[in-house]
């Protein structure tokens, strides 16, 4: 019985789709397919960094499309879930090769305090100079390099 409802709270957590997400989507309109993607938010020269639970490494937010969103909506929503933060997503910056996409994005109140409403897959949420980003420390190394070079072109513009 222990392990039934252990599966079943596992699903619970599991971030399971409503249709209001998809509906509440602004990008759903935009001529893009499913596809994963996250958020590259800056604000006063610092990146939004995601620090994940089961490794604590850092990535940018970000995670998995459900079948019926264009990926911009999938950035706004794993962005969202993971900072706490209202997003709007702006331009497409990177597809990466495991087709990944990275979309600027601006926090609609940078100002407030990150609260991640994911707290099963992200235990912390914070802004971080590109400086202080080290790429031992980052989720995926494949990436780092073209993401720092992306976050230095975004923290530069601002």
Known sequence: ??????????LLLSGCKTDTQTASCPYQDRQETSANAGCLMTHDGKVAVVTQRVNGKYNLPGGTANSDETSSCTAMRETEEETGHQVSVEELLQEFDNGFRLYACGSNNPAEAFSPVNTYEISS???LKPEQI????????????KQMELIQQQTANE
């Open 1 to 10: 019985m222990k392990k039934w409802t252990t599966i079943v709270a596992l």
């Open 125 to 127: 949420v914070q802004w």
């Open 134 to 145: 080290n790429p031992d420390q980052w989720r995926f190394p494949k990436h780092f390099e």
